[in-house]
T-cell receptor, first 110, second 113 residues
Framework: RKEVEQDPGPFNVPEGATVAFNCTYS??????FFWYRQDCRKEPKLLMS???SGNEDGRFTAQLNRASQYISLLIRDSKLSDSATYLC???????????FGSGTRLQVQP | EAGVAQSPRYKIIEKRQSVAFWCNPI?????LYWYQQILGQGPKLLIQ????????DSQLPKDRFSAERLKGVDSTLKIQPAKLEDSAVYLC???????????FGDGTRLSIL
């Protein structure tokens, strides 16, 4: 089983739609979780951290479910500029390093 | 705040040649990472430095890859000799401390002919 698993997509949605991505992780000891965004041929950029209580930043909401070992990202009112690959990132407490998923590609269409 | 600087942006070499990449992290960041990102995959950690010490190089192919961060600031990653499967983007990242959110440089796109 991969350490961090994501549906590669692509998710093709119209502007204004709500879209959700899930990510599962295998290490139950993981404590830190992040979503990164990566545009085509660009470097990954931190989108948001994921807290146990969930967190919201504008149109973006992240949730953590420790019991089922998954995290989610919800994007409301999708914009064309949201088109990118979204990387789920989980810490490996033993190595104190981050493990990246392969990413979920989102394409928002006019 | 200046971001993570990497050079070169692009490099094309033939297999069996050598190549080196340079990274200057964000000022004050103790932890520096080198990642390999193959097309269609997420970044894979190659090596992690805490100041000038290696804390994790478990996924570094040590027969051909080497890295150093001698003064605890900038770092170099070398591949010698290169293989076709080394074609990838090499990303450098830094963070204030281990486990903290990481900030990435633009990466070096390496093509092996």
């Amino acid at each position: 089983r991969k350490e961090v698993e994501q549906d590669p997509g692509p998710f093709n949605v119209p502007e204004g739609a709500t879209v959700a991505f899930n990510c599962t992780y295998s290490n139950s000891a993981s404590q830190s979780f992040f979503w990164y965004r990566q545009d085509c041929r660009k470097e990954p950029k931190l989108l948001m951290s994921v807290y146990s209580s969930g967190n919201e930043d504008g149109r973006f909401t992240a949730q953590l479910n420790r019991a089922s070992q998954y995290i989610s990202l919800l994007i409301r009112d999708s914009k064309l500029s949201d088109s990118a690959t979204y990387l789920c990132v989980v810490n490996d407490p033993g190595r104190r390093a981050l493990t990246f998923g392969s990413g979920t590609r989102l394409q928002v269409q006019p | 705040e200046a971001g993570v600087a990497q050079s070169p942006r692009y490099k094309i070499i033939e297999k069996r040649q050598s190549v080196a990449f340079w990274c200057n992290p964000i000022s004050g960041h103790a932890t520096l990472y080198w990642y390999q990102q193959i097309l269609g995959q997420g970044p894979k950690l190659l090596i992690q430095f805490q100041n000038n010490g290696v804390v994790d190089d478990s996924q570094l192919p040590k027969d051909r890859f080497s890295a150093e961060r001698l003064k605890g600031v900038d770092s170099t990653l070398k591949i010698q000799p290169a293989k076709l499967e080394d074609s990838a983007v090499y990303l450098c990242a830094s963070s204030l401390d281990r486990g903290e959110p990481q900030h990435f440089g633009d990466g070096t796109r390496l093509s092996i002919l």
